[in-house]
Structure formats: C-alpha cells, structure tokens
C-alpha cells in the first residue's frame, strides 16, 4: 500500500473541488477514476493536469475488472467516492442512471475494496479507507424546526435521494458484515465554481445576465441549508483523515435559506457587479414555476459533530461565498456556454415525462 488515494468522480463538481484541496494541501498522489458523464468536464482540473501526483483514469465504477486493474496497480490507501448521479430533476425524468451508478456502482467498488482490502497486511488494513460521500437529501423533508443529525431516519423522497440513501447503507453493511474500514459523510447543498449549469445557482446567474425569466418552483419557501464547495473538499479531507471507522458525518454550511432569499441575494450582488443592461433590478425577470414532484420543504444540517470532534469549520459565510461564486461564473461565461453546448440548453427538467 503506498500513498495514492482513489478520488471517484473527481472530474464532476465536488470531486473536483477534492482533487483540487488535495494537490494543494496535502502530499498524496490523487488517482481520478471517472467515466465523463455530461457532468463530468476535465476543463476543473487544469491546474494539476501533468503533474506526476495526479492520474486520470476514464472508467466507469461499474465496471469491476477495470476497477480491480486500478487497485493493483496503485495499491492505495484509501478511497473517496464521490462518482454519482446527482440531479434530482434528472432522476425524476431518467431513473435508470441513477440505479445503475448509484447503487450498482457502488456495490461493485465495495466489492473490489474488499478484494483488495482482505490481501492486505494487517498494518495496511488498519490505515485504509472507503470514504462514501453522500447528501442530505437521503433524510427526507424537515417541518419548520429542527435539524438533521447524524441520527435521523432515512425518508428519501425522490429516485435521486432513494439511491443515494441505498448507496448509504450497502457502505455500512459493508463495515458490518465485513469489517470494511469505512466512513459515510452527508453533506447540504453544495455551491460554488465549476458546478454544471443545470443546477440552482448556475441557472438562476446565466438566466440573469441574459435578461431571461428566472425560474423558481413553487412560491420559493423550500429552505436549503448552502455550503461552499471549497469548505466541503476540506471537511472531506478531514473525514477521511481523522474520521472514526464505521461512522457518519454531517457537513453543513450554517446558511439556511429559502429559495427566494437565495435569489433575491444573487439579482442584488448582480446589481452592484454587473447592472442589467435594460436598466431594470435582476429580480424583475423572477417567474414562479410549477413546482417540482415531490420537492422537500425544507433540509437544515447540524454539523456539530465535525466541528467538536475533527475541528473543521466552514470558512465561507453565505454572503462571501456567494460573492464568490458570482464574479467566478462572470468571468468564466464561455466555460459555462461550452460545456452546456452539448447537454444543457437551459430547459426545464424534473416534471416527470419520458
């Protein structure tokens, strides 16, 4: 076992965030297996493009015999998988991808981390990981108090969230039938740079600056705890650092808005950066759309346990994290229109159909 660590995913938005951290703030050699699904865009990992510590592999988690390949070759110490389906919209028109990569893929990683992990020293088996990184989501909807905690109930709601919750448990039972050093780390809404623009915060900037109708489901009360990607990549570290074998950790932001507060936000920073060219405030081009199938009311992290027991703490408040995230998509709008080319034209997902 040397000091490689297997970063799945790692061209997507989190995983890519991950490669990033660890280049810069640690001395392992980052092996990246992801297969290049739409959302995968290896445009997030220039800067360590070429480096001898980093390795990019296309691969699709679901195929075991290249998956066991990798392990042999690198021997690594641990993994962080990160490789998932992760648009609930999405899953609710295509399930299919979701099941496949989700739950299949992850059940056939576990088995090859577990035909690795079993030939190794007993010194080596001690020091690996399998760090299973998931989403809130898997917890189901909050009422208007409380918080999730590492204890919650599971009550996904969505494909999206069902196999996510899934992945969760095929990982635990994994350590509890085979003693697979493992860890689980539920994570709230993640934002920030390179994040595909299918999602929330991409949309509602792109739609902005066009002068097109921002769209917002509902009456825009579903609340969401908001985390900076940057803040999540060093919590994951963490985790799988110093996170104890066989338990879960929740990451959170302290940011808990609704909706409409989120937007409201963007079209006033967008004022002050970047006034609209027809003169008007951004939030004029807000339009309430019918809302999405089964949209969770409301999530909200508790992230008392990572902070009291690994001393992480978010560094980013919603206000600077947002700042930051709108003078990136800004000055990156060509990145954005590339990899939407393609996949993404804007269109309305998540209302059910074929």
Request: glycine share 8%.
């Amino acid at each position: 076992m040397n000091n490689s660590i297997f970063v799945t995913g790692g061209a997507g938005f989190i995983g890519s965030a991950v490669v990033r951290y660890l280049y810069r703030d640690s001395d392992v050699q980052i092996v990246n297996i992801d297969k290049l699904t739409y959302a995968g865009n290896l445009e997030t990992l220039h800067e360590v493009d070429g480096d001898a510590r980093y390795k990019f592999h296309r691969v699709d988690i679901c195929d075991s015999p290249e998956i066991e390949k990798l392990f042999s070759l690198y021997q690594p110490k641990g993994v962080m998988h990160l490789a998932a389906e992760s648009h609930v919209d999405r899953s609710i028109d295509g399930p299919e991808d979701f099941m496949q990569t989700n739950i299949v893929g992850t059940y056939r990683l576990l088995e090859c981390a577990r035909r690795y992990w079993v030939e190794l020293s007993d010194g080596d088996k001690s020091q690996f990981r399998f760090h299973h990184i998931s989403t809130d989501e898997v917890f189901g909807s909050l009422g208007d108090e409380g918080l999730f905690t590492e204890t919650t109930p599971y009550s996904p709601r969505s494909p999206y969230s069902a196999s996510k919750a899934s992945s969760d448990h095929l990982v635990r039972a994994w350590h509890d039938t085979y003693g697979l050093p493992t860890v689980v780390s539920n994570c709230s809404n993640n934002y920030g740079l390179f994040q595909f623009p299918e999602k929330f915060l991409p949309v509602i900037i792109t739609k902005a600056v066009n002068l097109q109708p921002i769209p917002i489901y509902g009456a825009g009360t579903n609340v969401r705890d908001w985390l900076h990607v940057e803040d999540h990549a060093r919590a994951l570290w963490k985790i799988f650092s110093h996170g104890e074998v066989g338990d879960t950790y929740n990451v959170g932001g302290h940011a808990e808005k609704t909706n409409l507060e989120v937007v409201h936000t963007v079209c006033e920073l967008l004022d002050k950066i970047k006034p609209a060219r027809n003169g008007k405030p951004y939030s004029s081009l807000i339009e309430f759309v019918t809302d999405r199938p089964g949209h969770d009311q409301r999530y909200a992290i508790d992230a008392s346990k990572i902070i009291n027991e690994l001393g992480w703490q978010p560094q980013e408040t919603f206000e600077s994290g947002m700042l930051k995230t709108i003078e990136w998509y800004l000055d990156n709008i060509d990145w954005v229109e590339r990899v939407s080319a393609d996949n993404y034209q804007g269109q309305r997902l998540g209302l059910g159909g074929d």
